[in-house]
């Protein structure tokens, strides 16, 4: 492709950008029309937005993986998209205040509670969907399962009180960040890009000491994320070693003791980089 070519298909997907049009391929028609044949798109999508894309996707032929694919064996399906996140999605946008009533631990509940929404989460994990909301009263931010969440009601909330509730979150949510600097060794400098996908659900910065061709990364998570951290590292075994972080370090250092300790090997006469 020419300059000039380039700069023409650049100038069209501009305007149609600007016009809210976007380009699909044959593929990815297909593809879509594939997704919707599954009991999820009932509830993801309101019936008139379904019987649309339907309707457009009338002429396409669904993608075909049965003969591409041999499904053998698989876990227990969950359900990837759960009926309440609709309405939580409108609450977030429009910044309003929700009453949901969920049950806890030991088949209690929670009835009638006024909480500020502020985020939706899923644990690839698990496989479930979570709300991080603020408990207008407890003060309090707070993590429940939407498979716990039996009802849910948007109220209106002046615009006031939201950025209180906002500027509250962000305070809760300082307060809980942790750091750690991981180092990466040398030899394994060629391995950045896979090193940085795996810190990829983290916020992070990287650094580079030309003099001695060294990357350093500057992790930033919550404070309950550190065992997640630590797997993570644990996954790239000797490529990386934290340098920042002495609470993470002593827990490096503790599991990997027991781990030598397992296999009846003292770690007196090993040394083990944290």
Known sequence: MNPFEKIFNYQLLSRLDESGTFMITSHERSWLKMMLQHPAAAEAFTAVTLDKLQLILELEQPLELTTVFVEKARSLERQVYHPHLRLLRRCLVNKSRIRLSFSIKGDQSRNEQLGFPYKLEYSMVKREWYLLWYHLRNHMLM?????????????????????????????ILEKRKAEAFIQINKEYNRELSRILYAFSCFEKEVSYDASDDRYTIHLSFAGNESEYVLSKIRFLG??????????LQQRMLETASKALERYGISDSSNETDT
């Open 143 to 171: 993590s429940t399962r939407l498979q716990k969440i039996s009802t849910i009601t948007e109220e209106s909330l002046p615009e006031e009180m939201s950025a209180k509730a906002l500027a509250d979150i962000q305070k």
């Open 238 to 247: 000797k490529r990386v070693r934290i340098i920042g972080n002495e609470k």
